[in-house]
């Protein structure tokens, strides 16, 4: 056992024997002086006190939620019961120390014989090797809390290729310091022991906790990796723990008069009665060459920060990796909610993708919330309302999905998995007819909110109750891959051999609905909406959401019967392209004295300024997007001169990125190449640097390149980093738009 996690264990016989008694005298002056009343100065008189008058209710997501809501509003607690590509293994009894029986949930990577169809279509890796482990460990204030508040985090990482592994320990009313590092120790045990079961790697371990547990996991992971070889702890990812217990800084929290003082129920007593364990409880006491690479994820909440530059510095000086990311405008336990959660995540993944040289998954590039609180309030009225009154319309409308799923279980269950889509897409082509059976399937996916999710088998059976809209949980409805639009133009085509289907009005009336409720007071359209955090939130032209929104709203004003749409919803689409039209024109980046523009996959909605989203794809102008988006536009008839000057501008750039007599190979075990032919179409890269016109490349990594062979071969071969789309663009300004009277001259 660890020297240092049993210097106190010989104490715990005699604090249970003293626990029944100090419960009568500590509920009047326990509040004032604490452990002072009831603990002598021997330390092995060090007592559990399970119970305190007036004590806090215990930590919990509710309560966090009720704690912050007023002040963060847009806030949407993450849900640990989500399902996805991954395979849990819950509730397993690893120990039962003293009697007391401890549990730990492990995610793995999901086993699929179809894991490259399954990243191709969700950017996720699957596996069948031997995969890191993470093992995580909750909040609480050492006392309270429950594994589940990061199964969130476990779910994700699992999806990505990362193990994870949720645990219960023994807290401060159980059992006292350093009990519950026992217990976490035990479980990489366990874990270690069990690895080959479960295809863990167990030469690469990581632990992460948050809060109470972050100091925790800092503290465990520095002494394991100082004296306990066989626990290798690669790394730890501290979210928003102490790492030293000892100074005034700290203690004027964690020790203050007249406070209950969580860290001392741990400890068993007052920094004044056993200053020595506080100091044993520290983790800037064991920061040496063996130390592990470490992330800190903070808060904006300066307390949590207490020690953190020391300890940097000192690992710094033994060229161990450390990062830092701040997190601005957020509470204490900003990881339990959106929209901080995902780029936690994202932080998460990349650090742990880089410590075990990791290149599976997609490692998301954190960017800058573009809708947080912090930016809105910034904004002026009447713009700051109207940005307020777009969260809440998100709010309400996720509500409503959410409370339709919520109503349908019962205790401990679960949602059901919707079913992928495989080999159906043929319902998707312009003037199928569905059968009876197919449209009541349709029917009964579509969202209390209006719309439909990606990627999922809408036609084989209906909805059941307790299943998920969508396979992919956390983005439904969504924008992405045609989603939402390629439902409700079926639905429009089923309204001509259905006139009086009330359902299918029904049903048409709120998708639309739903896509004009969507619009940005910006103008432009996100990737998913109820909005879901991240890089979603963009103004998004990538996949063609802002294309396939211009064009639905002209098909809806063209032909109004179609769609079912009343005069007054049909004014409200009028004003949606009128206004998507005035933001598109705003975000076009401009080049050479504003003759040459384009667009990108996302702009900032509140800057117009282009933007990241995953990993490799970095802020460029994107040829695909900005010549559909072209086609688009040009079917807009009575042209404004801004308009006709923005198209002409998109036509100008794709004269000037365009690539004749050659042609992109892939090759399955090579580096892709350009390869000369006269008889090739033009080719146009798809990312494209706004200030030089190079080329760009991105990696999982987050690197930037302009040779494409300086990529991994994964992402030359599974990303499309040459087109010929723009031809069309091209060809149909010059034979058909630039003929019209009012429309700018063929260049």
């Excluded at 999901?110 to 031997?130: F, K, L």
């Excluded at 364990?277 to 920060?305: C, D, G, I, K, M």
């Excluded at 211009?550 to 049909?570: E, G, T, Y």
Aim: aromatic share 8%.
């Amino acid at each position: 056992m660890n020297p240092i996690i049993s210097a106190a264990a010989s104490f715990r016989s005699l604090n249970q024997l003293l626990r029944s008694a100090l419960r009568r005298s500590v509920s009047a002056t326990l509040l004032c002086g604490l452990i002072a009343v009831s603990v002598s100065a021997n330390a092995a008189e060090r007592a559990v006190i399970a119970h305190l008058d007036n004590e806090m209710p215990d930590y919990s997501i509710a309560r966090e939620y009720a704690k912050h809501k007023a002040r963060f509003p847009y806030i949407r607690p993450v849900d640990p019961a989500r399902s996805g590509a991954f395979d849990g293994h819950e509730q397993i009894n690893y120990a039962s120390p003293e009697g007391i029986p401890l549990y730990l949930d492990l995610y793995t990577p999901q086993h699929s014989e179809n894991s490259q169809d399954a990243q191709d279509s969700q950017d996720v890796q699957h596996n069948s090797t031997a995969t890191p482990l993470v093992v995580m460990i909750h909040g609480g204030g050492w006392r309270s809390g429950d594994k589940s508040h990061l199964t969130p985090i476990a779910k994700y990482l699992a999806e990505r290729g990362i193990a994870a592994a949720t645990i219960s320990y023994r807290t401060s009313r159980q059992a006292l310091y350093p009990a519950g590092l026992e217990d976490v120790t035990e479980a990489l045990r366990w874990l270690q022991a069990h690895s080959g079961d479960y295809h863990l790697d167990a030469s690469k371990l990581a632990l992460l906790g948050a809060s109470s547990g972050a100091h925790m996991a800092t503290l465990l992971g520095n002494q394991l990796g100082s004296r306990h070889q066989e626990l290798p702890i690669s790394a730890i990812i501290n979210l928003d723990g102490v790492v030293e217990t000892v100074s005034e800084d700290v203690r004027r929290f964690e020790d203050k008069p007249g406070k209950v003082s969580y860290f001392a129920l741990w400890i068993g007593g007052r920094y004044q009665q056993y200053p020595q364990l506080w100091r044993e409880a520290s983790p800037q006491s064991y920061v040496s060459p063996q130390s592990p690479a470490t992330l800190f994820l903070n808060s904006a909440q300066p307390r949590f920060h207490t020690g953190r530059e020391q300890y940097v510095a000192d690992l710094n000086r033994y060229g161990i990796k450390t990062a830092i990311h701040e997190i601005p405008d957020t509470p204490h336990t900003f990881w339990l909610f959106h929209p901080w959660h995902d780029q936690a995540n994202a932080y998460i993944s990349q650090f742990l993708n880089t410590v075990f040289d990791l290149d599976r998954g997609a490692t998301e590039t954190p960017a800058p919330d573009s809708l947080s609180a912090a930016r809105i309030e910034q904004l002026p009225e009447p713009l700051r309302t109207q940005w307020h009154n777009y969260f809440q319309r998100s709010e309400q409308l996720l509500a409503l999905d959410q409370q339709l799923i919520e109503a349908e279980l019962e205790t401990n269950q679960k949602p059901l998995p919707a079913v992928p889509l495989r080999g159906l897409s043929a319902v998707y082509v312009e003037g199928h007819q569905l059968s009876e059976s197919e449209l009541h399937n349709l029917l009964s996916y579509q969202t209390p909110s209006g719309g439909w999710s990606k990627g999922s088998d809408f036609f084989t059976l209906p909805r059941a109750p307790r299943q998920s809209f969508g396979t992919e949980t956390h983005f439904v409805p969504t924008f992405d891959n045609g989603a939402t639009f390629a439902e409700l133009r079926l639905l429009s085509q089923q309204a001509q051999t259905h006139p009086d289907n009330a359902l299918i009005a029904s049903a048409l009336t709120r998708a639309i609905d739903l896509v004009l409720a969507a619009q940005m007071p910006s103008g432009g359209w996100p990737q998913t909406f109820p909005l879901r955090d991240g890089y979603h939130n963009w103004s998004t032209y990538n996949d063609n959401v802002t294309t396939n929104v211009i064009n639905l709203l002209l098909d809806i004003i063209q032909q109004p019967a179609q769609f079912r749409v009343n005069p007054q919803q049909l004014e409200s689409v009028k004003m949606a392209l009128s206004r998507g039209v005035e933001s598109v024109i705003a975000e076009q980046r401009w080049l050479d004295n504003r003759e040459i523009g384009a667009w990108g996959q996302q702009h900032d909605p509140i800057t117009g300024q282009l933007t990241a989203a995953r990993a490799f794809e970095m802020p460029a102008l994107a040829s695909n997007e900005s010549a559909d988006l072209l086609l688009a536009l040009m079917r807009i008839k009575d042209p404004s001169p801004e308009l006709q000057r923005a198209i002409r501008g998109g036509i100008n750039w794709l004269q000037s990125v365009k690539m004749v007599g050659v042609r992109w190979q892939r090759y399955p075990d090579r580096n892709s190449a350009l390869i000369a032919d006269a008889q090739a179409q033009p080719l146009w890269p798809r990312m494209v640097d706004p200030r030089s016109g190079a080329a760009l490349f991105g990696d999982r990594d987050g690197s930037v390149h302009l040779n494409i062979g300086e990529i991994s071969l994964e992402r030359q071969q599974r990303y499309g980093w040459y087109s010929t789309k723009a031809n069309l663009a091209l060809q149909h300004y010059k034979n058909n738009y630039s003929l019209q009277a009012n429309s700018p001259a063929n260049p």
